[in-house]
């Protein structure tokens, strides 16, 4: 068995975005794979950006992205607590990382993750036992050849 990946908000807006259909369809398979494998991991700030996110671009589809949560709450979204602050802002200065991806970072460590799947961070970089994956040069079958 393979370790958990946390799911960064960009892959989920992805998913359901038909504006570039090849990072749709890319997102999708990692979406379904890690549905199936049930190592996908997240955060109640990446569900919170991705309906922020999905809303504001398409404001028709609030019920859409409030559908999409709901199915996703079975990944047991982690909650933003004081360790997982503490934390971010230790990755924060240590790797120059914005705020909010610091909390990202330190969430997929909170939650024992192997892998952080995002293209906003930089493929390969290892943020303290955290190895970011981008779904657009990664696919999924590497979480089996390790």
Same mark, same amino acid.
């Not at 908000?9 to 992805?14: I, K, M, R």
């Not at 503490?86 to 705020?99: A, I, M, P, V």
């Given at each position: 068995?393979?370790? &958990?990946?946390?799911?960064?908000?960009?892959?989920?807006? +992805?998913?359901?975005?038909?504006?570039?259909?090849?990072?749709?369809?890319?997102?999708?398979? @990692?979406?379904?794979?890690? @549905?199936?494998?049930?190592?996908?991991?997240?955060?109640? %700030?990446?569900?919170?950006?991705? +309906?922020?996110?999905?809303?504001?671009?398409?404001?028709?589809?609030?019920?859409?992205? !409030?559908?999409?949560? !709901? *199915?996703?709450?079975? @990944?047991? &979204?982690?909650?933003?607590?004081?360790?997982?602050?503490? %934390?971010?802002?230790?990755?924060?200065? !240590? +790797?120059?990382?914005?705020? @909010?991806?610091?909390?990202?970072?330190?969430?997929?460590?909170?939650?024992?993750? !192997? +892998?952080?799947? =995002?293209?906003?961070?930089? =493929?390969? %970089? *290892?943020? *303290?036992?955290?190895?970011?994956?981008? &779904?657009?040069? =990664?696919? &999924? =079958?590497?979480?089996?050849?390790?």
């Amino acid at each position: 068995m393979t370790a &958990p990946v946390f799911v960064d908000t960009n892959v989920f807006l +992805y998913a359901v975005d038909r504006a570039d259909s090849k990072k749709q369809e890319v997102a999708q398979v @990692w979406r379904e794979e890690l @549905w199936k494998s049930r190592l996908g991991r997240t955060s109640f %700030q990446v569900l919170h950006e991705f +309906y922020a996110n999905l809303s504001h671009k398409r404001p028709g589809s609030r019920r859409d992205a !409030r559908l999409e949560i !709901r *199915d996703l709450l079975a @990944w047991r &979204p982690i909650a933003i607590n004081s360790s997982i602050l503490e %934390q971010g802002w230790k990755l924060q200065d !240590r +790797y120059g990382l914005s705020f @909010w991806d610091s909390l990202i970072a330190s969430a997929a460590k909170s939650l024992a993750c !192997r +892998y952080l799947l =995002t293209e906003d961070f930089h =493929t390969g %970089q *290892d943020l *303290d036992g955290v190895i970011i994956i981008s &779904p657009f040069s =990664t696919d &999924p =079958t590497f979480l089996y050849s390790e």
